[in-house]
């Protein structure tokens, strides 16, 4: 009777056990670097080795619709890529007016062109460091046929193994009933640039909490993998006559807080005096510029809410984006404890 009473209580605790090893999900960490050359500062590098990142994803080119035909623009120069113990990922940015205005006919070349290049940029990385690639193309239910016969078509050209992965909106998750699912194999959720930009009124474009409660649904029902793409960027928006005219990248208020060409409005946005430039930009007497970025108290509530959404799973989460400017304005530490 003893070693009958033993072996149940040894069978249910290696199922206890079983369950929990399969309930625990792994977190991989990953940056983007959406710049046009790939060499990476050693600031960057600490970056990346100090927080155990595991990949990175890489802006190959952009693809955009002008004199009648897809063009690739920016293409990455790979001068030192430093990085031989990550997984790159390849990425592609279209614009929705290219699959608003190609036919239909002519997606299986754009799939065949873009596959040749990615190709060709890629023989610059460590053999068998990519394993994925991933799309970004803000589509919407207009483009949605071309875009998705696109994706199929891409996955043509590499194996069965190989991710194809594209990037998701909140409000793609929300509605996918209408705009959709794409054909990929998993898909990264971009939980940043939740506001209008374009709106004067808007206080902070990149990340809202509020926006965010909104949008946050249809995550147990949405039939893809979501990855999770996460800001630390930030810029200054600047409006003439109450419309956006330009985005100056890594502007802070502390940056014209003393500057006597500026007058503080708020905490966050100022009026030009004079007309001057600003790192390289001409502004003009009248100008406001919002600034926005990302407090790192934000980004832990807005991370809370969506982790509350989302099941128990393998999961990559990736900020937006490796540079030395904006790296630094943040604790390592904080960083690490978001994923």
């Not at 991989?28 to 100090?50: A, N, P, V």
């Not at 890594?250 to 001057?276: G, H, M, P, Q």
């Not at 807005?302 to 999961?315: H, P």
Request: proline share 3%; aromatic share 12%; with cysteine.
């Amino acid at each position: 009777m003893k070693n009958l009473l033993l072996f149940f209580l040894v069978g249910i605790i290696g199922c206890f056990t079983a369950c929990q090893t399969k309930e625990k999900a792994v977190t991989e960490f990953g940056f983007y670097h959406w710049q046009t050359e790939l060499k990476l500062s050693r600031s960057e590098k600490s970056t990346l080795y100090d927080l155990h990142a595991k990949k990175l994803y890489v802006k190959f080119f952009d693809i955009d619709w002008q004199n009648d035909q897809p063009v690739p623009l920016a293409m990455l120069r790979v001068l030192d890529q430093g990085i031989d113990s990550l997984k790159v990922v390849p990425c592609v940015f279209i614009t929705n007016q290219t699959m608003a205005n190609i036919d239909a006919k002519d997606i299986p070349a754009l799939a065949k062109n873009i596959h040749i290049k990615i190709t060709e940029i890629g023989y610059s990385f460590p053999k068998n460091s990519i394993q994925e690639i991933q799309i970004d193309c803000d589509w919407t239910p207009q483009t949605r046929a071309n875009y998705f016969q696109f994706l199929e078509a891409l996955k043509q050209y590499y194996p069965t193994d190989f991710i194809l992965s594209a990037t998701i909106r909140l409000h793609q998750v929300k509605y996918f009933n209408q705009t959709g699912v794409p054909p990929v194999d998993r898909g990264m959720l971009m939980y940043y640039n939740m506001g209008d930009v374009d709106d004067l009124a808007t206080e902070n474009s990149i990340l809202d909490v509020d926006i965010a409660k909104s949008y946050l649904y249809n995550f147990d029902v949405y039939p893809l993998h979501l990855d999770v793409a996460l800001p630390i960027f930030a810029w200054g928006v600047v409006f003439r006559d109450a419309k956006l005219v330009k985005l100056i990248h890594n502007l802070k208020a502390v940056d014209l807080t003393k500057d006597e060409r500026f007058k503080s409005i708020s905490e966050t946005r100022f009026e030009v005096l004079r007309s001057t430039y600003l790192d390289g930009y001409y502004l003009y007497k009248g100008d406001q510029i919002r600034t926005e970025a990302i407090e790192i108290s934000h980004l832990q509530a807005a991370n809370l809410l969506l982790k509350a959404k989302l099941s128990t799973a393998d999961r990559t989460v990736v900020f937006y984006h490796l540079d030395s400017l904006t790296v630094q304005q943040y604790e390592m530490e904080d960083l690490e404890n978001i994923w």
